[in-house]
């Protein structure tokens, strides 16, 4: 679509209302803005000729990371707007700045390749900062997130990330910690808020935004439940809302707990939220501490820790899939490995009489 942007002119009808006359691929159209008053068609003109550019593919990735990050603001967390500023302004730097419409399958291509060849690139003096095929796939679903509003906004026809391949990852099981080297992590606990903190995550599952926000307020300990839900400082993954049933260890620690001082939020430190930062921090401290003999362990494995225990006691993948919020069971069945037993037990409903 070819849009001569020097050729917009205004003209009143008969009718009292201003039309647009402007040249659309070599062929001169009108369009009413339904204003009669000529501030107001200045304002609509204005703002068509604006469209019609944005769907000319004038709009460029630059001017589009500009009007995302700006929507991201309300729509996103933080710490989710952070991750999309840096992915963006690092798929320009690749790409070049180029027209929405211009990006192709080809480009998406050579971003992909780019970021998994600095895998190769980087020496082993700087192997904890290499991009994991894992990591690329992020980036590849961030971005085609992105896209979609870019469509949704009528500033593309169509996703060019739609059908573009992720990068083939090993299958990996999850880290966990098995039940001797949970207590002797524990054991290497002196704070009592990190103690806290750890014991719940792996009697929950919960992830570490949700326990860090937690508020008393979405505590039912009539019903021994916890409320999972975004707030205005807070969103979950997807905005998803669940509801995650206490155990009696569980519901004993926030018993204990209830009225300690205070603050809205359940885990505290000298009265205080608790920021990732401190947590994750305080956490490698005591992991490497412990000394487990395990690489990767993180705090993010104490999640990892209550489904794997979970799966081990025979519970269905289904029920682990809830506790955890998962919204695919694909997700969960990274801890089908677990259930050799289960298995079988399901095999040997099929049973045949031989003569």
């Not at 008969?14 to 040249?23: E, G, K, L, R």
């Not at 080809?106 to 895998?119: G, N």
């Not at 008393?216 to 707030?231: A, G, K, M, N, Y």
Request: hydrophobic share 35%; with cysteine.
């Amino acid at each position: 679509m070819s849009v001569n942007s020097n050729r917009f002119s205004l003209c009143k009808r008969s009718n009292q209302i201003y039309y647009v006359s402007y040249y659309l691929n070599g062929r001169r159209k009108w369009k009413s803005t339904g204003a009669s008053v000529k501030g107001e068609a200045f304002k609509a003109l204005t703002q068509f000729k604006e469209l019609l550019q944005a769907r000319a593919g004038s709009v460029s990735l630059e001017q589009f990371n500009t009007q995302f990050l700006a929507y991201g603001e309300a729509n996103y967390s933080p710490k989710t707007l952070t991750l999309y500023r840096a992915i963006l302004t690092r798929f320009v730097s690749v790409v070049r700045n180029m027209s929405l419409r211009e990006l192709n399958a080809q480009h998406i291509d050579r971003y992909k390749s780019k970021r998994l060849m600095a895998l190769k690139e980087r020496g082993k003096q700087e192997e904890q900062q290499k991009v994991s095929p894992t990591s690329v796939n992020v980036e590849l679903r961030m971005l085609k997130a992105a896209f979609n509003t870019a469509r949704r906004w009528k500033l593309l026809d169509s996703n060019p990330f739609e059908g573009v391949r992720l990068a083939g990852v090993p299958e990996r099981e999850p880290l966990f910690f098995s039940p001797t080297d949970f207590e002797k992590l524990v054991a290497c606990i002196k704070g009592n808020w990190l103690k806290e903190i750890v014991l719940f995550a792996v009697l929950t599952g919960m992830r570490r935004g949700e326990l860090l926000n937690l508020r008393w307020q979405d505590v039912d300990l009539h019903t021994r439940t916890i409320q999972i839900h975004s707030t205005p400082t807070f969103r979950t993954k997807q905005d998803r809302k669940r509801a995650i049933p206490l155990n009696d260890r569980a519901f004993y620690l926030l018993q204990s707990r209830y009225g300690k001082d205070t603050s809205e939020y359940v885990f505290t430190l000298n009265g205080k939220q608790i920021f990732d930062g401190w947590l994750t921090h305080a956490f490698k401290k005591v992991v490497t501490r412990a000394k487990l003999g395990k690489e990767g362990l993180h705090f993010h494995s104490l999640r990892h820790t209550f489904a794997s225990w979970l799966a081990q006691d025979g519970v269905s993948l289904y029920e682990v899939q809830k506790l955890l919020g998962h919204s695919s069971s694909s997700m969960t069945e990274v801890y089908s490995h677990l259930q050799p037993e289960q298995m079988h037990s399901t095999v040997n409903r099929i049973d045949i009489t031989l003569s």
